[in-house]
């Protein structure tokens, strides 16, 4: 079955090449295409499109398919183009031509977009409620070692006093300053497309503002032409959200593979978290830290892979637009598998307590002496200059004493700060609201 349909077959090269995996790729969307079907149903009939009781048997027709696509129990039909068409032939199949009523006010152009739209909301709430628990272990962490001192590095030699309490800290503010990307990707996509059809509009008269409230969405895209332009952009918002998240998880990775190998021996992992060698006997390999670095990388091409599909097309609708879905829809998943993994390790680190006293590191405290210098009446230069003689001369004795106290310093981690910025981004999603608003329309 095909929306477009006419008198004529196509032929089976041309369709296989066409529709590739979007049937596959489409059964994701189930929830929300019927989502947004019973919201359009409900609008059709207060323009007098449909009667109460062909509204009333199609509502608890699409309920009950709904029930089986939460279920996992939804597929699309060989000879069925997409997830519009299999919903329209399950009600024309059970109610007759009620069935083929839905359509009316719509095209698939606007259909897809109110499908992506509310599957990346319901995503996107998936991802939050997974940097929740990864961002407070990381706080709880950053409190419980404090007082442990590693070294810090630029160029990626020793330079000056870090401390886990400083690294776990630094990761869940870098996870802030990700949900506020997120935030942003969710407020553009957050806007009701449904009813600009092909993307010139329609002659019936739409009640586009009463779809936009049964559906939860914060507002419309207004011009029509903006609405389909929305198509691609809508998904590369999303991507720079997801690769700015992405590029804080790869960098937290590459810093757990460095300080996991025995020449830093900062952290370790239990045995049963870790991979061995097929002829190393004492290898135990930090796998699961490369893969969320990898896998993180990916993530963050997607925008520019998107960017390269969208980059020439006028505006309208472009069936490369379809390509899109391929990457962006299972991205939600690899990014929620990530985030859950790294809490799972994190939960089981092991910290090295006594890193600080390798005597490698006593360089790091050079910048200590000179304040300390500095305090007691010497000018900052000639203290550098002092200091810089004893190194160069082998007369150099660290004080490992650290007193940090401005905000942020090691001394002073400003965790309920952080903690309270990831809290009024997060409250800013109104996920709780846009839950009772579809739980109205799906279970009234």
């Not at 097929?278 to 290898?283: E, Q, V």
């Not at 859950?340 to 910290?351: G, L, Q, R, S």
Request: aromatic share 8%.
């Amino acid at each position: 079955m095909k929306l477009w349909a006419k008198n004529f077959d196509i032929s089976h090269e041309i369709e296989r090449f066409t529709v590739g995996k979007d049937r596959e790729l489409d059964c994701l969307l189930a929830i929300d295409d019927i989502t947004g079907t019973l919201a359009h149903i409900s609008m059709l009939q207060s323009i007098d499109l449909l009667t109460a009781s062909e509204l009333s048997e199609l509502q608890a027709a699409l309920r009950r398919i709904y029930q089986e696509a939460q279920k996992g129990n939804f597929e699309i039909e060989d000879g069925v183009e997409d997830v519009h068409s299999q919903v329209e032939l399950m009600l024309t199949r059970e109610l007759g031509e009620v069935g083929k009523k839905i359509h009316s006010g719509r095209s698939r152009n606007d259909q897809v977009l109110v499908d992506l739209k509310l599957h990346i909301r319901r995503q996107l709430q998936k991802v939050v409620g997974l940097i929740e628990p990864l961002f407070e272990r990381l706080l709880s962490l950053s409190e419980e070692h404090k007082e442990v001192l590693i070294p810090g590095y630029t160029h990626y030699q020793v330079a000056m006093p870090s401390s886990f309490g400083l690294w776990f800290g630094a990761y869940a503010e870098a996870l802030v300053d990700d949900m506020q990307m997120l935030l942003a990707a969710f407020k553009i996509s957050n806007k009701n497309p449904l009813g600009s059809a092909a993307g010139y509009g329609s002659s019936f008269p739409l009640n586009r503002r009463m779809t936009t409230d049964l559906l939860g969405f914060d507002d419309l895209n207004y011009n029509v032409i903006y609405a389909q332009m929305g198509r691609g952009k809508t998904e590369r918002v999303v991507a720079d959200a997801l690769a700015s998240l992405g590029s804080t998880l790869a960098k937290m990775a590459q810093d757990v593979t460095l300080y996991n190998c025995q020449n830093f021996s900062f952290l370790s992992f239990p045995k049963h978290l870790t991979t061995g060698s097929s002829i190393m006997p004492h290898k135990k390999n930090p796998d699961v830290f490369e893969l969320i670095r990898s896998k993180s990388n990916k993530i963050q091409a997607l925008p520019n892979e998107i960017a390269l599909i969208t980059a020439n097309l006028s505006s309208g609708y472009h069936r490369d637009l379809q390509t899109i879905k391929e990457s962006f829809l299972p991205v939600f998943d690899e990014i929620c598998s990530i985030l859950a993994i790294a809490d799972y390790m994190f939960a089981n680190v092991i910290i090295n307590e006594n890193v600080i006293d390798n005597k490698l590191y006593d360089y790091i405290f050079s910048v200590e002496v000179v304040n300390e210098l500095v305090l007691n009446g010497t000018s900052f230069r000639d203290a550098y200059k002092q200091v810089g003689l004893d190194i160069d001369e082998g007369k150099f004795e660290p004080s490992r004493k650290v007193n940090h106290t401005h905000e942020g310093s090691i001394g002073n981690l400003q965790t309920e700060q952080i903690r309270r910025m990831f809290a009024e981004i997060k409250s800013q999603f109104h996920f709780e609201k846009i839950e009772e608003t579809i739980g109205k329309l799906i279970d009234p």
